[in-house]
């Protein structure tokens, strides 16, 4: 424990918060819909896409390998079990583009990070693929900054409640900082923690929430330059 | 650290050391091979899929989903291109009932931990898909016997060593117990723990490795019943 009450820690997400990801989703999804466009318009193939994704969470977890699997079966299902071997072989090749593609870190990213380092545990709180989610964080050149690393499956106010409690003097003295808010600010929140929103342009329906607006300890910046101000008015 | 200088932790590989594992990617493999047994003897079918899931190792890491990748990309290959959609429906779904297997521990895993746990650190230590393997620990019912679980990309000595330091009193104070020499044992003993081989009938072909005979921190025993009066010996 330490002394006073103020923040002593704060986690960041990754995806679309330290560095773009949706995008590249989108621009795949965009390249199926083109690929499969004989079978549909862009807009059904795309629904029968997220359609997939969602039944197959369960089974897949969040992260490109499962996007991958579930272009597939979309592609199959689409062509009514006429999909060419062609169009399979460049499903997979999307996918392996995306685990390929250079990490394009977000505005502020870098100074944000240098500023709060050694005033705060700062603790990296991401989803999805393990090995993909290491393989970003070491593209980045953001490692140093982080006290601990933490890729889990899931967000719920326990996972929030466990990595505070481990990494750092508690969720009731943390912030959690990210562009999801079903995944990085209400389930921080719920754990006791504060809540800051960072909204990415791009973020995918699955992780849609209704924004806590009246809740104290749920904050709202444009972008991560707004972060150091914000901790020193609600520490 | 702990007084005095014997062992104080002990790490656990999970597939194929408490879990069966290999057994469910072979009789997939038999599966693939005769679903595709018009295009292929099956030895040809297997080299085939080993040569994809070798070379995608970099993109997929381990797992059940970059196993069903590499299924559908030998399946385009080994056809020609002329894979019909029928077939990559099929793989598609072993992969999932990969994904739903039922969890069967092996012999002695529970009375082992069971006799273990209170007396050292029990680290659950595993690589492979991060919502898979937290999936089969939950089935598992061994969750309660585990003061950690760590679940990483590679197993490599730098992973023993920060794994041990985080959890307990370093390598030196620590045994790894798992089937494969390669992942398991041989990292290990090199970040200076003890590694225990307990062979599994089946060890996948890319986790072959020489066993250290010579090393005085190197054993093998033949099931987990022997690993606490083995313990007994080496503490």
Tied chains: 1, 2.
Excluded: C
């Amino acid at each position: 424990m330490a002394a006073g009450p103020g923040i002593t820690a704060i986690g960041f997400d990754a995806d679309d918060t330290l560095w773009q990801n949706e995008t590249f989703f989108r621009m795949t999804e965009q390249r199926f819909a083109e690929l499969l466009s004989g079978h549909g318009e862009h807009h059904v193939i795309s629904a029968r896409l997220l359609e997939a994704e969602r039944r197959n969470l369960r089974y897949y977890g969040y992260g490109v390998k499962g996007f991958t699997l579930s272009m597939i079966e979309t592609a199959v299902e689409v062509t009514r079990g006429e999909v060419p071997s062609s169009v399979i072989a460049e499903i997979l090749s999307f996918g392996r583009q995306m685990l390929e593609n250079p990490v394009e870190t977000l505005p502020h990213a870098r100074e944000t990070l240098d500023a709060l380092a050694g005033r705060y545990r700062i603790l990296l709180i991401t989803k999805g693929d393990l090995f993909d989610q290491e393989r970003k964080l070491a593209q980045s050149g953001l490692g140093e900054y982080f006290n601990a690393v933490e890729i889990v499956s899931e967000k719920t106010p326990g996972t929030y409640e466990r990595i505070f409690t481990r990494h750092a003097d508690g969720p009731g003295r943390a912030v959690m900082v990210g562009n999801s808010l079903k995944s990085d600010v209400v389930p921080a929140i719920a754990a006791g923690g504060y809540g800051i929103h960072v909204p990415h342009e791009l973020t995918w329906i699955l992780e849609h929430e209704e924004a806590p607006e009246d809740n104290p300890r749920f904050r709202r910046i444009e972008d991560l330059a707004q972060l150091p101000p914000l901790l020193g008015q609600i520490t």
